[in-house]
């Protein structure tokens, strides 16, 4: 009996990890949807798959910050499929400028990006208060639109699986506000409202400058915030959904755009785990922290990165 064909959403597809997210589940048998903002870098990476040897990828438009686009993209995969199996959240925003790249890379890239070391690498780094407001515009509400508009067609599956790629900056190590922590690590009483409220007291003290004072994350300080509040949501998704498997993975410290291509590892390499994720059976685990292929913490007691793993880019 022929195996039923699953279909795949990834969003930010076009480069770095997203890419070979996309050519991994291909490979995997999986009829992949590789979407992009970007309508010719999407197409050319659906061309580059292709001269591969990989025929069951499709592009489509998909600008995660606009309801059309997501409305859109949505009516596609019901027209056209009838349901989905498998989203994976890669697109994201950094939030930052790095003003001084020779310097950074010098430095070691993210692994000199340290709240101790905020008065050193003040003069790398700019977090402008407009791009912090997009980065968790883009990687906390934008993911959390697309998720909630896609999970009628999820609901379909047999199998479905949701795949919120998140950063070893996600972990609540970050946060020095220790009754933040709590209430991000305490899933049976948190809520989406209160992560939303979270979020907007961060943007306020943000604005304010106040930061240190209510002890938030001083560096890259508003993708800590978006990936932390990121992996609550997929907690509190896996509780609402239990016939669907939801978890986020931190790919690791991988050489791609997004990170200056500093890292560690390559995005072929970053994209593992995120497809085992994506793979698992359906008596796998549901509401966990993968780092990079193994089930990780979602708070680390000491500084919850190695050599190995930073943070994630695109």
Request: charged residues 20%.
């Amino acid at each position: 009996m022929a195996q039923e064909k699953r279909f795949a959403i990834v969003t930010g597809g076009n480069r770095g990890i997203g890419l070979e997210i996309c050519r991994q589940l291909a490979y995997a048998g999986v009829e992949v949807i590789l979407t992009s903002r970007d309508q010719s870098r999407g197409e050319e990476a659906i061309e580059n798959l292709k001269a591969s040897g990989l025929s069951n990828v499709v592009f489509h438009q998909l600008d995660i910050n606009d309801p059309t686009s997501i409305a859109c993209l949505a009516k596609f995969i019901q027209t056209r499929y009838g349901k989905l199996d498998i989203l994976i959240n890669n697109a994201a925003e950094l939030g930052i400028i790095i003003h001084d790249l020779e310097q950074f890379k010098d430095g070691g890239g993210f692994v000199q990006v340290l709240d101790e070391n905020v008065h050193l690498v003040t003069n790398i780094i700019k977090e402008p208060y407009e791009l912090g407001e997009k980065c968790l515009k883009t990687n906390y509400y934008a993911t959390k639109t697309v998720t909630e508009s896609l999970i009628p067609l999820l609901q379909l599956s047999r199998s479905p699986r949701i795949v919120n790629l998140t950063s070893t900056y996600g972990d609540l190590y970050w946060f020095h506000n220790e009754k933040l922590k709590e209430e991000l690590e305490d899933i049976d009483n948190l809520t989406e409202e209160r992560i939303e409220e979270i979020i907007q007291g961060f943007l306020t003290d943000f604005k304010a400058d106040k930061l240190q004072e209510n002890g938030w994350p001083l560096t890259v300080s508003a993708y800590k915030v978006s990936k932390a509040a990121l992996n609550a949501y997929t907690r509190l998704m896996a509780r609402k959904y239990d016939n669907m498997l939801v978890n986020c993975v931190n790919p690791g410290y991988v050489m791609t755009g997004m990170t200056s291509q500093t890292g560690f590892i390559t995005a072929e390499e970053g994209a593992k785990g995120p497809v085992i994720a994506a793979l698992l059976p359906d008596n796998g685990p549901s509401g966990v922290y993968f780092d990079q292929t193994h089930i990780g913490s979602f708070s680390s007691k000491k500084i919850p990165y190695t050599i190995e793993t930073v943070c994630y880019g695109q």
